[in-house]
């Protein structure tokens, strides 16, 4: 009876050992996002898991920029009177005339000033190439307003040509016969004490150049005093605008 009992408890241990074994697992839903709040996630049943944060790094933005350079010129006006080279080009006002209704030599009475005192200095423009003369001597204050008169004698021409004449401040001289030159093209600039004329004359014809300085009183007679030079092509370039201040 024992015998059997035994028998029958080792069946049981036998038994309930060879069933095989069971495991419990248990399957964890699925996440519902993918967001990452932490760079480290502990499952709650095994190891801890590292998970790497992305990290996003924008790319510097660059302006562009555009830099305009403005270029100002400055015209800086003349302190005194303008230095002028030396020319070799030079003449007196050493003929006194009168022309009109009486014709003859004029007297320093009717010219207001003395001649063989006024000398004529030549230059030629250095941007239009044609004669401008200088009035070296003329003082306005004593002389009172004039008409500078310019003319020119080619080789081989008949007469003069290229007539002007233009106005000192103050002077009228509609009544010119040589005609007045047109602001324009030339004539008279003065700045402080030097007087000049900006001719009509071309620069790079030879012959023979002439000035007056001339007067137009009330009546049919005019006054002056002129002179001549031979047009030699070895004289110094001037800029008119410095003669005008």
């Given at each position: 009876?024992?015998?059997?009992?035994?028998?029958?408890?080792?069946?049981?241990?036998?038994?309930?050992?060879?069933?095989?074994?069971?495991?419990?697992?248990?399957?964890?839903?699925?996440?519902?996002?993918?967001?990452?709040?932490?760079?480290?996630?502990?499952?709650?049943?095994?190891?801890?898991?590292?998970?790497?944060?992305?990290?996003?790094?924008?790319?510097?933005?660059?302006?562009?920029?555009?830099?305009?350079?403005?270029?100002?010129?400055?015209?800086?006006?003349?302190?005194?009177?303008?230095?002028?080279?030396?020319?070799?080009?030079?003449?007196?006002?050493?003929?006194?005339?009168?022309?009109?209704?009486?014709?003859?030599?004029?007297?320093?009475?009717?010219?207001?000033?003395?001649?063989?005192?006024?000398?004529?200095?030549?230059?030629?423009?250095?941007?239009?190439?044609?004669?401008?003369?200088?009035?070296?001597?003329?003082?306005?204050?004593?002389?009172?307003?004039?008409?500078?008169?310019?003319?020119?004698?080619?080789?081989?021409?008949?007469?003069?040509?290229?007539?002007?004449?233009?106005?000192?401040?103050?002077?009228?001289?509609?009544?010119a016969p040589a005609g007045l030159i047109d602001p324009a093209?030339g004539g008279v600039r003065v700045c402080h004490n030097v007087?000049?004329?900006?001719?009509?004359?071309?620069?790079?014809t030879p012959g023979q150049l002439f000035g007056g300085l001339?007067?137009?009183?009330?009546?049919?007679?005019?006054?002056?005093?002129?002179?001549?030079?031979?047009?030699?092509?070895?004289?110094?370039?001037?800029?008119?605008?410095?003669?005008?201040?």
């Amino acid at each position: 009876m024992r015998v059997s009992v035994v028998w029958i408890g080792l069946a049981l241990v036998i038994g309930g050992c060879g069933g095989g074994d069971t495991a419990d697992t248990t399957a964890a839903a699925p996440p519902t996002a993918a967001t990452t709040v932490a760079p480290t996630t502990t499952a709650a049943d095994g190891p801890a898991t590292t998970v790497p944060v992305a990290t996003t790094t924008a790319a510097p933005t660059t302006l562009a920029t555009t830099t305009t350079l403005v270029k100002t010129t400055t015209t800086v006006a003349p302190t005194g009177p303008p230095e002028l080279p030396d020319t070799p080009v030079i003449g007196v006002f050493s003929a006194p005339y009168k022309w009109g209704e009486e014709n003859g030599e004029a007297t320093v009475e009717e010219l207001g000033f003395d001649p063989g005192v006024i000398e004529m200095h030549w230059y030629r423009d250095g941007f239009a190439e044609r004669w401008i003369v200088v009035f070296v001597g003329l003082d306005l204050a004593t002389t009172g307003s004039l008409c500078p008169t310019s003319s020119f004698f080619g080789d081989g021409a008949q007469g003069s040509s290229f007539f002007g004449t233009s106005a000192t401040p103050g002077a009228n001289c509609d009544a010119a016969p040589a005609g007045l030159i047109d602001p324009a093209e030339g004539g008279v600039r003065v700045c402080h004490n030097v007087v000049s004329l900006v001719t009509l004359i071309p620069a790079e014809t030879p012959g023979q150049l002439f000035g007056g300085l001339e007067r137009y009183p009330d009546g049919g007679t005019f006054y002056g005093v002129g002179g001549s030079v031979v047009a030699d092509q070895d004289v110094p370039f001037i800029d008119p605008a410095t003669l005008d201040c």
